[in-house]
């Protein structure tokens, strides 16, 4: 049989109309994007109301960090009673910290105001001056007298207790600590006014011996270089050291005091 292009040419369209009608169903069907922003509208992204959304949600953020950030060391602490302003200086706070890393027993206690020449702004009632070497009675002192004295207890007392005694030291036994009064035959006032000194009238040692600060008897050897050794070194932290010969109010204790001096004043 022959054919004619005429029915050639009626066969492929036949055919291709077919095919066409094949393929057309999976090019129509939709694609589901999973992802959230193909179901957002264009009409939507491109509004102006969300734009400044954005733009305030993203200045939120800088508004945070511009208000102050209040961190160690200028941290402040509150005070007894509160109220505005009634905070503790951060040098203050830094000294408390070098207290608890001594291992010195204490407790802030409300401001000392007794006169214009009395009192201390941020007083501790300290305890003892390290874990193992108790103070009685509790002393109120400023927070850097108790620092130094601590540090002269744990690094001068206590090891020349172990070097002569072959003991530890149990307590430190004091005999006045803030105390509003003047020096004796003075107008000046004590630094005992303001928490700045301390007075140490004896030494007991873990194996029970009671050393007192006096002139010892012309045989107290080990005695005698005892108390001269721990005098000697309170010299090089303390601004005054008084003791037994300086004069007959200072013949039986240390006195100890911070005060600012062109040279210390070792008696």
């Known amino acids: 049989m022959r054919r004619t292009p005429l029915a050639g040419l009626a066969a492929l369209t036949v055919c291709s109309a077919l095919l066409s009608g094949c393929l057309m169903p999976e090019l129509l069907v939709p694609y589901a994007d999973p992802s959230p922003t193909a179901a957002v509208p264009v009409a939507q992204v491109d509004a102006p109301q969300p734009v400044v959304q954005t733009q305030q949600a993203m200045a939120q953020p800088q508004q945070a960090m511009a208000q102050p950030v209040f961190g160690f060391p200028n941290v402040t602490k509150p005070l007894f009673g ?13 000294c408390r910290q070098q207290l ?29 001056l390290g874990r193992t070497i108790a103070l009685k009675p509790a002393a109120k002192l400023n927070c850097a007298m108790a620092v130094e004295a601590a540090l002269w207890a744990q690094r001068d007392l206590a090891p020349a207790a172990r070097t002569r005694y072959l003991s530890g030291i149990a307590e430190v ?7 509003c009064r003047k020096i004796a035959g003075s107008r000046s006032m004590s630094e005992h006014s303001k928490g700045n000194a301390l007075d140490i009238g004896a030494i007991k040692l873990k194996n ?7 002139r010892p008897g012309p045989f107290a050897f080990r005695e005698r270089s005892f108390l001269r050794k721990v005098r000697g070194e309170a010299c090089g932290r303390f601004g005054t050291v008084l003791g037994p010969g300086y004069n007959r109010a200072h013949a039986d ?15």
């Open 82 to 94: 509160g109220g505005a302003g009634n905070f503790m200086p951060a040098e203050e706070v830094q």
């Open 100 to 128: 608890k890393r001594l291992g010195v027993s204490f407790r802030d206690i409300p401001r000392i105001r007794d006169s214009e020449s009395c009192g201390i702004d941020y007083p501790v009632e300290v305890r003892s």
């Open 173 to 179: 036994r004091q005999m006045s600590s803030y105390s």
């Open 208 to 214: 029970g011996r009671l050393i007192s600060v006096h």
């Open 253 to 267: 204790h240390f006195h100890l005091d911070l005060k600012q001096r062109r040279s210390v004043a070792c008696h």
